[in-house]
């Protein structure tokens, strides 16, 4: 009896000595003394290892070294000795964002608002978490809750314009900005936004004067920046520019987007002016910026094209023959990004019967809607559901395409779902984008892609390397098994003989020849990738053998390439 009165004694004076001590960490922390507060959250910790308060002021010390990795083993211990701290459960959340794991992100999120679901903070990253996911009308619907819940809150408005540009509904996206410049007229992100509209529908002028309201609002906002270099091409006359971004980067504090926003820049501006050492070298750092909390496994996406081409075999066309949904309206435009997808879309939207869908995630939200393996999943299914996935696709479309012959959707990665298109719409098309591989994963290297996770291979030339080696073999698969019709366009044909590749392509696609496609760059329509600016000037040759300017620093590309890269 005695020593368990003894050891009770020892528990009681442990916790008085572990509050002391955080009181004590509490003080030094208001005062400025980080250090001293450090240390005594430790001695809390070595007092009493599950203190919730204690775990999470050290992950947010871990958090601001760039030890993400500890900062949220932490967090989640904190998470698991006070299930209902609704704040380390938000804490929690972004550091999973920042990790590149936002599925794990979502599931905090989701219980902090169930704890308290007044709490804007968690709400906001809610939906961040779900346009990284791409399930992006939820993303939408949670950003109109917000600026309900808050809507004095400009910041809340930009987020929900951001969420219907990403679904495609430019065009709704303006009022949300207007009403964050009304509520907050000096707002960089909601001037930078404005010009991200402008630059959809081709009003680059009206662009270029939003980036610059952006600036005066706030000279280093790298976003604009980078968008207003990406707006035309830099001259010698833009000196004073390039020195201001030169400037900024030269600064210790840019680190992560801001980083790799301002040397992105450079490479484009370098890369403009001739200097491609220079520009070289801002590409490499802006994608090792990018790379940080990307997770990208490089065997396990070779493995999982390999499943996907001995799932989708001849047996299982042979299966699903005769079922799905009819409907010949869908074409698919696929290949890696920066092959020509964008400028084959505004050739076909150009069409007075063809509507340009943009990416639409909705093929790959049913792939995954599916599970792990959905060719097994579809396997399972009766007649009538692979039409009703067929349907659900067809309605998921734009609503101003329905009067459109036919659809294009340019989700680049489709290339991954196509046994699942062929399935659930027989009667769909598919036109593959090739272009040389040196020229598109050198472009892909030096393009700063909107949403990262979207590519998470693309800030690393051997990564990128494997997965057009990927491509390249999927594809050649589908060449040979797919039971609906697949035409082949390469990037350099399509720019040497533009009127024999169009009038192939709308051979292809069941449409009368129309000279206005020919005149594409002349078509207006929202294009909200980043060929943007591309696509609204004639066909020019200057894109073609671009990596050679490169040469001497592509090397190692060229190696992970292999046969493909020696025949560039």
Not at 82 to 90: L, Y
Not at 372 to 399: C, D, F, N, V
Request: with cysteine; hydrophobic share 40%.
């Amino acid at each position: 009896m005695p020593t368990r009165l003894s050891e009770k004694k020892r528990t009681r004076s442990r916790t008085r000595r572990a509050s002391r001590e955080l009181e004590s960490a509490y003080a030094r922390h208001r005062a400025g003394d980080l250090g001293g507060a450090e240390q005594a959250y430790r001695r809390v910790l070595a007092l009493d290892p599950g203190n919730a308060p204690a775990l999470s002021h050290l992950a947010a010390f871990e958090h601001r070294r760039g030890n993400l990795e500890s900062a949220q083993a932490l967090l989640s211990r904190a998470v698991e000795s006070d299930p209902d701290d609704v704040g380390a459960r938000n804490n929690l959340g972004n550091l999973f964002q920042a990790l590149g794991r936002p599925a794990e992100a979502q599931t905090q999120y989701r219980e902090a608002l169930r704890l308290e679901p007044s709490h804007l903070s968690a709400r906001y990253n809610l939906g961040k978490a779900l346009q990284r996911l791409g399930d992006l009308d939820a993303a939408v619907s949670c950003f109109e809750d917000l600026c309900a819940r808050s809507p004095n809150d400009a910041g809340a408005w930009v987020a929900l314009a951001l969420a219907r540009q990403d679904t495609g509904r430019s065009d709704q996206a303006f009022e949300p900005l207007r009403r964050a410049l009304a509520i907050e007229p000096r707002h960089p992100e909601a001037h930078n936004s404005l010009g991200t509209l402008h630059v959809e529908r081709g009003e680059f002028a009206e662009a270029e004067a939003a980036f610059h309201a952006a600036l005066r609002c706030d000279p280093g906002f790298s976003p604009a920046l980078l968008n207003l270099v990406h707006t035309r091409r830099i001259h010698p006359r833009d000196a004073d520019l390039v020195a201001r971004i030169e400037a900024l980067t030269a600064r210790k504090g840019p680190a992560g987007e801001e980083a790799a926003d301002l040397h992105f820049a450079l490479g484009k501006a370098r890369e403009d002016l001739g200097d491609f050492e220079r520009a070289f070298r801002h590409y490499q750092e802006g994608n090792r910026q990018r790379r940080r909390g990307v997770r990208h496994d490089r065997r396990m996406a070779e493995k999982r094209a390999a499943a996907i081409a001995h799932d989708y075999d001849a047996d299982f066309f042979l299966h699903t023959a005769g079922q799905g949904d009819p409907s010949s309206r869908p074409v698919f435009i696929v290949g890696m990004p920066r092959s020509g997808t964008s400028l084959v879309e505004q050739i076909l939207a150009s069409h007075p019967d063809c509507f340009g869908a943009g990416e639409l995630p909705n093929l790959g939200l049913q792939a995954r809607s599916l599970g792990a393996r959905p060719s097994k999943r579809i396997l399972e299914l009766e007649p009538e559901e692979l039409a009703a996935l067929g349907r659900a696709y067809l309605e998921s479309l734009p609503a101003d395409s329905a009067g459109a012959a036919r659809v294009t959707d340019k989700m680049p990665a489709n290339w991954l779902h196509l046994g699942l298109a062929a399935a659930v719409l027989p009667g769909a098309r598919v036109i593959w984008c090739r272009r040389d591989a040196m020229d598109v994963c050198f472009s892909i290297y030096a393009q700063q892609f909107t949403h990262q996770d979207a590519y998470p291979y693309a800030f690393d030339l051997e990564d990128i390397a494997s997965e057009y080696r990927c491509c390249e073999r999927l594809m050649e698969h589908w060449t040979r098994t797919l039971p609906i019709p697949l035409h082949e366009v390469r990037y350099e044909r399509l720019v040497e003989d533009l009127e024999g590749v169009t009038a192939s392509l709308l051979e292809f696609c069941g449409l009368p020849f129309d000279a206005r496609c020919l005149r594409f760059h002349e078509t207006d329509r929202r294009v909200g990738t980043a060929s943007n600016w591309q696509v609204r000037q004639p066909l020019y040759r200057s894109s073609l053998a671009r990596w050679r300017l490169f040469e001497s620093q592509l090397g190692p590309l060229r190696s992970a390439l292999g046969h493909a890269g020696a025949g560039g």
